[in-house]
């Protein structure tokens, strides 16, 4: 038994901020921007407009596309690291607003790699028979951590949601997904607010973003490399076998990069930071759904899913649509 991907979606917020509205706000610049990161616009949540709303417009087009019910979806596994509430979890949040009462649903919170870990748990439950429509979200409004007065990560980060609908399958689907973590670098990346230790200002709780870019930037790359051998090497795959990388869109020298690893051309590769910019668990999700929808993406083909970020935590999933 497999898991198979049957139904994608994604949702970006309306408002629109370029590279030259941040010019007007902070010391930077379009140039710089586009070189560094390839970022040349990101979408931004409206005041009120949560995490879970962003998801459930990604969920419902997933659950369209997917020729299900929203009464039908059994499974929630949802990757975030700006949830509504403490508690419940966006998960149960989602299933609220879908009505699948119920089932399980839960959120991770593993940062960038949050829909790669939500998405390993999920095929695994279906794997085993638990689950028989599973939904797997990534989504967040990055804008409400973000420090708008620290122009080194403010430039980066933004808001989206994506998500897929897993079934069954008796072929694959899923051939593999891998997790890992180092927690020996979580003063890398971190957003500095919390419940349980209160570091900053308790009038602001939920903290800002903190990232060591450069050192950050060099351990993705070496880091995500890795995990594409690995992808791989467990299923005897050779690079050849890809037809399209689907990668966390953190910055398009750290995507150039993995399509060297695996001697792809940048068409064979789904790249949507430039429009979304940094939307952490969301990226992979959406970037799957716009290469989806545009039909570049085909029924049969082979793509490598990864992503990296705070933790570090990382990961990939291969996946045959
Ligand atoms: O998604 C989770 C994982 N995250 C990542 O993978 C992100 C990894 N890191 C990166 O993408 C890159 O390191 C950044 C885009 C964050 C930064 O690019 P960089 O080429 O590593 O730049 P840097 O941090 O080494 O800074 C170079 C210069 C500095 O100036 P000096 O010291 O050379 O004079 C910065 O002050 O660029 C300056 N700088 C900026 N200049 C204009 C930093 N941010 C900006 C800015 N506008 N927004």
Redesign the pocket.
Known sequence: MYSRIVGTGAYLPEKVLTNFDLEKM????DA??RE??GIERRHIAAEGETTVDLAEHAARRAIDAAGVRPEDIDFIAFGTTTPDLIFPNCGVLLQQRLGCFGCPAFSVET??SGFIYALAIADKFVRAGDAKCALVVGAETLSRITDWSD??TA??FADGAGAVVLRPSSEPGILSTHLHADGSYKDL?YCNGGVSRNVVDPARARGTIA?V??E??KI?VTTLGKAVDEALAANGLDKSAVDWLVP?Q??I??IQAMARKLDLPLERVIVTVNEHG?T?AASVPMALDAGVRDGRIKPGQLLLLEA???GFTWGSALVRL
Request: charged share 15%; net charge positive.
């Open positions: 902070m010391d930077t610049s710089w921007i560094r990161t940062a960038c122009r080194s430039v980066l990346l990232m870019g450069n950050v930037f993705a966390h953190a910055n020298r750290i940094n952490s990296f970020g705070g």
